[in-house]
């Protein structure tokens, strides 16, 4: 069976370019891997004191689907310069438990895009940093930020068949990067 891939996106517009490009992506690559989108909207706001060993059912859902995955996109927009709240809230529960958790160690493909001439290139390096610090295995790959999305974006589709060739180019890598256990390793566990 394909890997299966959990994409996450940092806007929750209803017209967002960085959900656009995710539901292009998994077009794209759907011969080679099951992409499927978890929407963030439900997450709540990061509470230390409702981390408990029964989460929120968002939370909870979205660690699951984490640990279900064989690896992860994420798109994020850049809003002052740093990635969503939306995003970074959804990661630092993804965090935890410390040590434990589903994103530890998990292959993560990262993108940004905006209408602006630099694709949120800021945004961009803060959210590796923030994985880097979760422990995820951020997949290297030269920035992987879009700018001038708007210009890019069709009906909810990325048209621009080279950005698309650079992003499919990314998501191979993560495919590369992703250790799947052989039957003799599931037969030994
Ligand atoms: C933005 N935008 C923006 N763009 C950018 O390139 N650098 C930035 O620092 C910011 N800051 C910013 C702050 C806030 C609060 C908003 C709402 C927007 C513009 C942003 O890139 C644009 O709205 C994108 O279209 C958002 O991504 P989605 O929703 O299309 O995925």
């Not at 439900?42 to 660690?63: G, I, K, M, S």
């Not at 965090?95 to 493909?109: I, N």
Request: aromatic residues 4%.
């Amino acid at each position: 069976s394909s890997p299966v891939l959990l994409a996450l996106s940092g806007s929750l517009r209803r017209g967002s370019y960085n959900g656009a490009i995710l539901a292009t992506l998994g077009e794209a690559v759907a011969d080679k891997a099951a992409l499927t989108i978890f929407p963030l909207t439900d997450v709540p706001l990061y509470d230390q004191d409702a981390d408990t060993d029964t989460p929120p059912e968002a939370v909870a859902a979205l660690r699951a689907a984490i640990g279900a995955a064989d690896g992860i996109v994420i798109a994020s927009p850049e809003y002052n310069h740093g990635m969503s709240g939306v995003l970074k809230n959804a990661l630092d529960w993804a965090s935890r438990p410390h040590g434990k958790a589903t994103l530890t160690g998990k292959p993560v493909f990262t993108l940004t895009s905006s209408p602006g001439a630099v694709g949120g290139a800021r945004a961009h390096a803060q959210l590796n940093e923030t994985l880097a610090s979760i422990g995820a295995r951020v997949v290297l790959r030269p920035q992987a930020v879009v700018g001038a999305v708007h210009e890019k974006i069709v009906d909810g589709r990325l048209t621009d068949q080279r950005t698309l060739d650079f992003l499919v180019a990314g998501i191979d890598d993560l495919l590369a990067d992703i250790v799947r256990p052989t039957a003799a390793d599931r037969e030994a566990s």
